[in-house]
């Protein structure tokens, strides 16, 4: 009976409840897009385009076959929204949102999934954190609407603009990457904005705010100015984030926007730009300049940014910026001749440091992996394969424009990489293997030479 009772506990493990209703979503999902009413013209989309849609808006990623402004319906959008939402807040976080409004008792295994879930530190106060996390997302994403609605509403009329205005905002701050401007040109995403200081700040501000985590933004709340006090973790979010915006944007100024393809953009422009592009490939997706112009090495940096992502426990995905810290560390401890990793005085658990290095190996292998295989099935040359991988993994939505005449194969590879980039390597993995094996015994060590 006690092995039954564990068998049953290790099916319904949290990774497993976590990636089971991703998938469940995805699917109810795409069951609606390809409904005849989601669509701009007659019929409904077929079952591959309605799942790469659904899988792209749940995942949070932004890439797309079809333009989001012509080819789908208002009822469609609102579909794509929806699922932007789900996927931005968390599958378990919605849920268990909806749970607490209907008055229903949040049991020890909703709040144990919703730890998981949203990377909490422990199960304590995990319903107070959820009550906290759906106020902060519906105050940014308010404060979104209202900064550009303004502007939507003199360039659109006024009920569309309020409704370009919520659906930008929701997408921006879910780091989805979704735009309706391809009723000016399709698939041109913010370009006509490049310029726009309202927009581009608001859409930044958005991106930034739901990538950092909600944990952050409980320090924040909690401890406004007085960074002492803040977590270890928000302090190395905060201050690798900042690193991430700064150094890019430094790099795209000086050595891609000075070039005389972009003589059109004034200083401004080019600060708005740099800045832009240097925000953006960290899961949103839009873009506000043309993509293609920028140079290989450019483009480089966007991948490196776009495998990056945002932090844990945040609306954004890709590696995290947590695990490029723990690596940093933890090379750094190897040149001192340290026992272990440190980080604003505190010490790094080895299991962090193993986990962080898992991690960068599945997306790096993954990463080039669906790249080299795009590549080959595609014949198309290697960096825009590369470039859509590294934006599919990383669950980012830039693209240099390959994404639509992609062949079935290609395609399911990055639905396949979208969904392994939201839910998380670690999570599926400890999904299919929730049995964890405690062996008393040791193997006997022996020195291995490495590097």
């Known amino acids: 009976m006690i092995q039954s009772g564990k068998k049953i506990k290790s099916h319904f493990s949290s990774f497993r409840i976590i990636s089971f209703g991703f998938v469940m979503v995805i699917l109810i999902g795409c069951f609606l897009l390809m409904l005849p009413i989601s669509t701009a013209g007659s019929g409904g989309a077929s079952f591959l385009d309605a799942l790469f849609t659904s899988t792209s808006a749940v995942c949070v990623t932004g890439l797309v076959l079809h333009d989001t402004a012509t080819y789908w319906s208002t009822f469609g959008q609102v ?9 931005g807040m968390g599958v378990v976080t919605v849920a268990i949102s909806i749970a607490m409004v209907s008055g229903r008792k949040i049991g020890l295994m909703q709040r144990s999934t919703m730890q998981e879930a949203i990377a909490a530190p422990h199960v304590g106060g995990i319903v107070r954190l959820t009550g906290f996390i759906l106020k902060t997302a519906m105050l940014i994403e308010a404060v979104g609407v209202a900064v550009m609605a303004p502007v939507f509403c003199k360039e659109f009329g006024f009920f569309r603009g309020i409704w370009y205005a919520l659906f930008h905002s929701v997408s921006a701050f879910c780091n989805a990457g ?15 904005y490049a310029g726009h200081p309202v927009i581009n700040l608001a859409i930044m501000f958005l991106i930034v705010s739901g990538g950092i985590g909600f944990l952050t933004w409980d320090d924040i709340r909690s401890h406004t100015w007085h960074l002492k006090k803040y977590r270890m973790q928000s302090k190395v979010i905060l201050s690798v984030t900042g690193a991430l915006i700064v150094v890019p944007a430094l790099y795209f100024y000086f050595m891609e926007f000075s070039g005389s393809q972009w003589e059109e953009f004034s200083t401004g422009e080019r600060i708005l730009a740099s800045f832009f592009q240097s925000v953006t490939p960290r899961t949103a997706g839009f873009n506000t300049v043309d993509l293609t112009k920028l140079t290989e090495a450019g483009l480089a940096i966007m991948i490196v940014l776009m495998l990056t992502g945002g932090s844990p426990g945040s609306t954004a995905g890709g590696m995290k910026t947590t695990t490029v810290a723990v690596m940093i560390s933890s090379a750094i401890s190897v040149f001192q001749r340290r026992e272990s990793a440190h980080m604003y005085g505190r ?6 440091v193993r986990n962080a290095a898992t991690i960068l190996m599945m997306y790096l292998s ?51 990489l979208m969904f392994f980039g939201r839910v998380g390597g670690l999570t599926l993995v400890f999904a299919a293997f929730s049995i964890t094996h405690k062996n008393v015994s040791k193997l006997p060590q022996e020195k291995i030479t490495v590097g």
């Open 178 to 192: 979704f735009d309706l401007m391809g009723i000016n040109s399709p698939f041109s995403s913010l370009t006509a």
């Open 347 to 352: 010490r790094i658990p080895q299991e962090a």
């Open 79 to 87: 579909v794509i929204m929806l699922l932007i939402q789900i996927g």
């Open 366 to 416: 993954l990463f080039f992996m669906g790249g080299l295989a795009i590549s080959c099935i595609e014949k198309l040359p290697m960096l825009p394969c590369l470039f859509e991988t590294a934006s599919a993994i990383g669950t980012v939505g830039l693209s240099l424009g390959i994404t639509p005449q992609l062949g079935i194969i290609s395609r399911i590879i990055l639905i396949l």
